[in-house]
């Protein structure tokens, strides 16, 4: 069975612009929750899909967004980045929203120059 | 909200040592996880362990959540092991997300 696949792998871009980060889960499973990792700031939450509804949302600013599909592939949106959001974005799925293991991609490693 | 501590934040060990790591959390969780994050960034699924004992290979996790605690045992450490350590909890109050540890980073030296 695939794992979760997250692409692209890494990704540069510039101050101001927007990016889209996707995220393909285990098949079958319908959570995708969304982490970013910092060195400052570890491992934190932004949000969380189950059948395509947003059913979590941690504390970030509105900039960063996110959808879901009706296959349960996801995406996240930053739109004007800030350097501060440089950072490893890591996705994982699991089969339910409750109670139920989370399995994680290689995740993206986003550098904002 | 639930605040969720590993102890140590470093390790170093020599090759075939044994450590343990430990995870305090504040409040009631129904789940957690343990990870070993690689030098990659790979998270890997350790362990999902909301209460008791399990064993894989040279590791091993014991979760107590009556007394809010977890510790991950690593026997006979390699290199490979080397790396950061997460524990996970699914917080049992408010939006059940996981909410991740401070981490503990293991370099093990050949």
């Known amino acids: 069975k695939a794992g979760v696949t997250q692409t692209p792998r890494y990704l540069i871009k510039t101050r101001g612009q927007q990016v889209t980060l996707s995220c393909s889960p285990i098949?079958?499973?319908?959570?995708v929750s969304w982490y970013q990792q910092t060195p400052g700031q570890g491992l934190q939450f932004l949000f969380e899909y189950f059948s395509e509804t947003q059913r979590n949302k941690g504390n970030f600013p509105g900039r960063f967004s996110g959808r879901q599909f009706s296959n349960s592939r996801s995406e996240m949106n930053v739109s004007t980045l800030e350097l501060g959001d440089s950072a490893l974005y890591l996705c994982?799925?699991?089969?339910?929203?409750?109670?139920?293991?989370?399995?994680f991609g290689n995740g993206t490693r986003l550098t904002v120059t | 909200g639930i605040q969720v501590e590993q102890s140590p934040p470093d390790l170093i060990l020599q090759e075939g040592a044994n450590s343990t790591l430990r995870c305090n959390f504040s409040?009631?969780?129904?789940?957690l996880q343990w990870f070993h994050q690689n030098p990659w960034g790979q998270l890997i699924n350790l362990f999902y362990i909301p209460s008791g004992t399990k064993q894989n290979g040279r590791l091993s996790a014991t979760t107590v959540a009556t007394e809010r605690y977890s510790l991950l045992y690593i026997s006979s450490s390699q290199t490979t092991d080397s790396g950061v350590y997460f524990c996970a909890v699914e917080w049992a109050s408010g939006t059940y997300k996981y909410i991740f540890g401070t981490g503990t980073r293991l370099k093990v030296l050949a």
């Open positions: 409040d009631s969780v129904n789940n």
């Open positions: 098949s079958g499973h319908r959570s």
């Open positions: 994982a799925s699991s089969l339910q929203v409750r109670a139920s293991p989370l399995h």
